[in-house]
């Protein structure tokens, strides 16, 4: 049981560069999450899914795209890379219930230059 | 104001001390609460939820007083290994579950 896995690890993108970060999660959650977390900040909510083929923005999506095509997999799409979109990004997923816990992946650090 | 507002830190504490954080949210209509530890560069982990009646785990215990809108953590007799960034979490319920996170309390136990 891998919990919930995202690569890559790190990435370097040039500025108006695109890419996909992806994120997977095997014990079949149905609520699935993005967020990002800049230094000295608490985590900030990019989007959401709350099943397949269900997905809507959190508090920050300016610059992101989602699909969630199947249960397990979440990515998230960068579209045209600012310097201000360089963060640590966290997926993380959770069985539903206010009162469940929330499982993260072990993060995408990602630079824009 | 902030949704959850947290004390950053940091607290520097000899191993062996007792050590007290403390949150507080802005919306009412809150449902769950928790309180979530951060290594360095790491992904944040449940330390424990918080319930209206307190609870306890080992040397750790979580309060939440809805009145206040207030919650804290107390960890006891620290350890070096309690280093880690404690993050206070609130979940709106509904639909959605969705978290709101706190900045997170910066806890450095010193031996």
């Known amino acids: 049981n891998a919990g919930v896995t995202q690569t890559p690890k790190f990435r370097i993108l040039k500025i108006g560069q695109s890419m996909t970060l992806q994120c997977t999660q095997d014990m079949n959650h149905n609520y699935m999450y993005w967020y990002r977390q800049d230094p000295g900040m608490g985590l900030k909510l990019i989007y959401y899914?709350?099943?397949?083929?269900?997905?809507d923005k959190g508090e920050v999506p300016n610059g992101y795209n989602v699909s969630r095509s199947t249960t397990e997999d979440f990515p998230l799409r960068l579209e045209l890379a600012a310097p201000s979109q360089t963060s640590v990004y966290f997926c993380?997923?959770?069985?539903?219930?206010?009162?469940?816990?929330?499982?993260f992946g072990p993060g995408t650090r990602l630079t824009v230059l | 104001r902030k949704e959850v507002e947290q004390d950053p830190g940091p607290f520097n504490v000899p191993e062996g001390a007792t050590v007290a954080f403390n949150c507080t949210y802005s919306n009412s209509a809150s449902q769950s609460f928790f309180w979530y530890r951060q290594d360095c560069r790491k992904e944040p982990k449940l330390l424990m939820s918080v319930y209206s009646s307190g609870n306890e785990d080992g040397r750790f215990t979580a309060q939440l007083n809805r009145a206040s809108q207030y919650i804290s953590l107390l960890i006891r007799d620290s350890k070096l290994s309690d280093s880690a960034t404690y993050l206070c979490v609130v979940n709106y319920g509904g639909a959605t579950n969705k978290l709101i996170f706190g900045t997170g309390t910066l806890l450095a136990v010193q031996p």
């Open positions: 899914s709350v099943g397949a083929g269900i997905t």
């Open positions: 993380a997923s959770q069985r539903g219930g206010s009162y469940n816990e929330q499982f």
